[in-house]
């Protein structure tokens, strides 16, 4: 979007809005209300909610710019009212908009927040639904705190509701010594269910996700943990503590394994010497300098989550050879993992081996590097 395009005070609260929200917040598109498209004045929001998004048009007019915006909702929301127009004589309960204050860069971020509303209108929604499953899974999740729900229905889709349900009560956060996470990391379960308006003998299954924060997958990979099986007749109040189970057990697990992969990369210095750059907090990534002769290059070794059971991933760079039709680019090899390899040996061993296949290996890729540099004469 061109910023100077952008009248400046709704520039200011638009920029204080995505930078100081809690939620991660996006602008999927800007367009502009007058007939000579002069200014951008309006734009649609993506704001995060039941593990997915839900999209509202911000309205302003950039003519007159001191006025608050509108918001309009999704056309399923028709019916949220979040201000309502109070009756004749009653005196109106101040919001966000009749305070309205252009000069003021957090009324926008003060307003969307305000909206969290919404909230209760879905729950609201979801408790009007006549499913006789819903209502009593309803009643049973209800003690736990910080659960979003979602009506979805339309003319082209089923209805269904959506619950987003933060599992586990420990701070991730402080599990990992050095993590500079900006926000606070989670884990949640999506339950879908689709309404059914008819008793049925034997419900299925809801539909399960496991969901977490993006910056989570550098301890622990949500893709590769397996959710328990959903027993018949099961409801979500059996099926939570299960879960919740497993997955501190897992979480655990991979706190522990950063200490594993740190003591191997201190191990690979006694062959390697120091690290040139290393992964401090989660240890994932290592780059030592190595040489055969007068031919130096880097080593970059790349560690999975599952190690030891999985072997790191090991990537050649020639600090001597470089690609002249791609902005000199040092040369690398492909990624190498065909080199012994057993979890049971001890991180001496392991680094010991490693450097044994690289004195054999290297010379495999110098011989590499040459020929690339005869291919681009």
Same mark, same amino acid.
């Given at each position: 979007?061109?910023?100077?395009?952008?009248?400046?005070?709704?520039?200011?609260?638009?920029?204080?809005?995505?930078?100081?929200?809690?939620?991660?917040?996006?602008?999927?598109?800007?367009?502009?209300?007058?007939?000579?498209?002069?200014?951008?004045?309006?734009?649609?929001?993506?704001?995060?909610?039941?593990?997915?998004?839900?999209?509202?048009?911000?309205?302003?007019?950039?003519?007159?710019?001191?006025?608050?915006?509108?918001?309009?909702?999704?056309?399923?929301?028709?019916?949220?009212?979040?201000?309502?127009?109070?009756?004749?004589?009653?005196?109106?309960?101040?919001?966000?908009?009749?305070?309205?204050?252009?000069?003021?860069?957090?009324?926008?971020?003060?307003?969307?927040?305000? #909206?969290? %509303?919404?909230?209760?209108?879905?729950? *609201?929604?979801?408790?009007?639904? $006549?499913?006789? =499953? @819903?209502?009593?899974?309803?009643?049973?999740?209800?003690?736990?705190?910080?659960?979003?729900?979602?009506?979805?229905?339309?003319?082209?889709?089923?209805?269904?509701?959506?619950?987003?349900?933060?599992?586990?009560?420990?701070?991730?956060?402080?599990?990992?010594?050095?993590?500079?996470?900006?926000?606070?990391?989670?884990?949640?379960?999506?339950?879908?269910?689709?309404?059914?308006?008819?008793?049925?003998?034997?419900?299925?299954?809801?539909? #399960?996700? %496991?969901?977490?924060?993006?910056?989570? *997958?550098?301890?622990?990979?949500? $893709?590769?943990? =397996? @959710?328990?099986?959903?027993?018949?007749?099961?409801?979500?109040?059996?099926?939570?503590?299960?879960?919740?189970?497993?997955?501190?057990?897992?979480?655990?697990?991979?706190?522990?394994?950063?200490?594993?992969?740190?003591?191997?990369?201190?191990?690979?210095?006694?062959?390697?010497?120091?690290?040139?750059?290393?992964?401090?907090?989660?240890?994932?990534?290592?780059?030592?300098?190595?040489?055969?002769?007068?031919?130096?290059?880097?080593?970059?070794?790349? %560690?999975?989550?599952?190690?030891?059971?999985?072997?790191?991933?090991?990537?050649?760079?020639?600090?001597?050879?470089?690609?002249?039709?791609?902005?000199?680019?040092?040369?690398?090899?492909?990624?190498?993992?065909?080199?012994?390899?057993?979890?049971?040996?001890?991180?001496?061993?392991?680094?010991?081996?490693?450097?044994?296949?690289?004195?054999?290996?290297?010379?495999?890729?110098?011989?590499?590097?040459?020929?690339?540099?005869?291919?681009?004469?």
């Amino acid at each position: 979007m061109a910023v100077d395009s952008i009248p400046p005070i709704i520039l200011t609260q638009l920029n204080y809005l995505l930078t100081h929200s809690p939620y991660s917040i996006k602008v999927e598109q800007m367009w502009s209300g007058s007939k000579n498209h002069a200014y951008l004045d309006r734009f649609t929001l993506l704001i995060p909610f039941c593990l997915d998004y839900i999209k509202w048009d911000v309205i302003y007019n950039a003519q007159f710019p001191l006025l608050p915006p509108d918001v309009i909702f999704g056309p399923e929301d028709e019916t949220f009212r979040p201000f309502p127009a109070g009756r004749e004589g009653e005196i109106k309960a101040k919001n966000s908009l009749s305070d309205w204050n252009c000069k003021d860069p957090t009324r926008l971020l003060l307003l969307i927040h305000e #909206l969290s %509303l919404y909230m209760a209108y879905q729950k *609201k929604r979801v408790g009007e639904v $006549d499913d006789e =499953r @819903l209502k009593f899974e309803i009643n049973t999740m209800y003690s736990r705190e910080g659960i979003e729900m979602y009506m979805s229905s339309g003319v082209d889709k089923p209805e269904e509701v959506k619950f987003a349900v933060p599992l586990l009560e420990m701070d991730l956060n402080k599990m990992v010594a050095g993590a500079t996470w900006r926000h606070q990391q989670k884990i949640y379960l999506q339950v879908i269910y689709p309404v059914s308006r008819k008793y049925l003998a034997m419900a299925s299954a809801p539909r #399960l996700k %496991l969901i977490s924060s993006p910056e989570l *997958k550098a301890l622990f990979s949500i $893709d590769e943990f =397996r @959710l328990p099986s959903w027993l018949e007749g099961m409801c979500m109040a059996e099926y939570l503590p299960t879960l919740e189970e497993m997955l501190e057990s897992q979480i655990r697990d991979a706190v522990s394994s950063i200490e594993v992969r740190r003591k191997f990369i201190t191990a690979l210095a006694i062959p390697f010497g120091r690290p040139l750059e290393a992964d401090p907090v989660f240890c994932r990534k290592a780059t030592f300098l190595a040489c055969s002769g007068v031919f130096t290059f880097l080593v970059h070794f790349t %560690l999975p989550l599952q190690f030891p059971r999985q072997q790191p991933a090991l990537v050649l760079q020639s600090s001597q050879h470089f690609h002249s039709h791609s902005g000199n680019a040092p040369i690398k090899s492909a990624i190498l993992q065909d080199y012994p390899w057993s979890p049971r040996w001890d991180v001496s061993q392991m680094a010991e081996r490693i450097s044994d296949y690289l004195m054999e290996e290297c010379l495999n890729f110098k011989k590499h590097c040459n020929e690339v540099l005869v291919q681009q004469r």
